[in-house]
């Protein structure tokens, strides 16, 4: 019994002395502190993730409210009651949006469509294989995303740019007191088309709003059988509007205009306007808004605009015009 309590005593003695051993206590204290930064780093960083979070939605938040199409405002998509595919005759089809007051504007010629082209007011025959795109603008001036539909008739071709071709002079009785005694100058008519290609690649990635864009005339340019400016004349094509690609899978686009083409010494005005929209990706944008944590679909971005060398346009002289023979 005494050599049990002995060794209790000893034991306890022991352990007294390891417990104010400086060093152990400073081992202890080392350990604790390394335990509560690791804590601490911890919380740091979850904070900062759910930060980042909420700044990143807030960003994307305040994108939106700035888009210049007016994106609290904006139409539905509009839908063709006909879907992309292959047919062996003509098709006949519609184009529905379901926002209220909206107007639905399309173009069957490869440019995305704007306001300023042919407004739908109804059914439209599909007669050779064309590519449709079509939007809608709400009361509000919101604009929808591009609805496109790609319509194959078998054994026909591809339909060709839609050219409004005036030639003559419906208006010269307006304009008989501006015209020259001499009989080699010609007429040539407000509202004929003017056929272009580009010479140049453009793209939204690197165009800038008041851009110059060098255009060549496509064919010779013609009254009645007379050639007035010969195929190849250069003219110049301005960009008016810049979209970058946008969070959420919103594409580049690009907005141009064509004012002038240069005959001689007479300047010929033209009005012509048109887009290039790149792809949306807002369905895959979508798709990915639920990933866990952080909206990864935010992050994805539609594709550039792009207009390629050789891509045609048309343009329409603006007001009648008198010019000689071409040399």
């Not at 591009?146 to 003559?168: C, D, H, I, K, M």
Request: one cysteine or more; aromatic letters at 6%; proline letters at 5%.
């Amino acid at each position: 019994m005494r050599t049990y309590l002995a060794l209790l005593i000893l034991t306890l003695a022991v352990s007294s002395a390891l417990a104010q051993d400086p060093g152990m206590q400073a081992a202890q204290q080392a350990t604790q502190m390394a335990a509560q930064a690791a804590q601490q780093a911890n919380d740091q960083m979850m904070q900062a993730a759910q930060q980042a979070n909420q700044t990143m939605m807030q960003n994307a938040q305040q994108a939106a409210q700035n888009t210049p199409q007016c994106y609290r405002c904006a139409a539905a998509k509009p839908k063709f009651s006909v879907k992309s595919g292959k047919y062996s005759s003509a098709v006949t089809l519609k184009i529905k949006d379901s926002t209220r007051g909206a107007v639905i504007y399309y173009s069957t010629d490869g440019w995305t469509p704007t306001a300023a082209s042919t407004r739908y007011t109804g059914q439209i025959t599909i007669d050779s294989t064309t590519t449709l795109q079509a939007i809608a603008i709400s009361p509000y001036g919101g604009r929808s995303r591009v609805a496109t539909a790609v319509y194959t008739l078998n054994g026909v071709p591809a339909t060709a740019p839609v050219a409004q071709t005036v030639v003559g002079a419906p208006n010269a009785a307006s304009n008989s007191a501006a015209a020259p005694a001499a009989s080699a100058r010609l007429l040539l008519a407000r509202g004929t088309a003017v056929p272009f290609v580009f010479a140049s690649d453009v793209s939204s990635k690197t165009a800038d709003v008041g851009d110059k864009i060098s255009l060549t005339l496509a064919e010779d340019l013609k009254v009645g059988d007379v050639v007035v400016v010969k195929k190849g004349a250069p003219a110049v094509a301005t960009v008016t509007e810049v979209d970058k690609t946008g969070m959420a899978g919103a594409p580049g686009e690009v907005f141009f205009q064509v004012d002038s083409l240069q005959a001689g010494s007479v300047l010929i005005k033209l009005h012509g306007v048109a887009a290039k929209e790149g792809q949306d990706k807002q369905g895959k944008a979508v798709g990915l808004m639920f990933v866990p944590v952080v909206p990864v679909g935010l992050f994805v971005h539609g594709k550039d605009a792009e207009i390629k060398h050789g891509a045609s346009f048309t343009a329409f002289v603006d007001a009648d015009t008198w010019l000689s023979p071409a040399d």
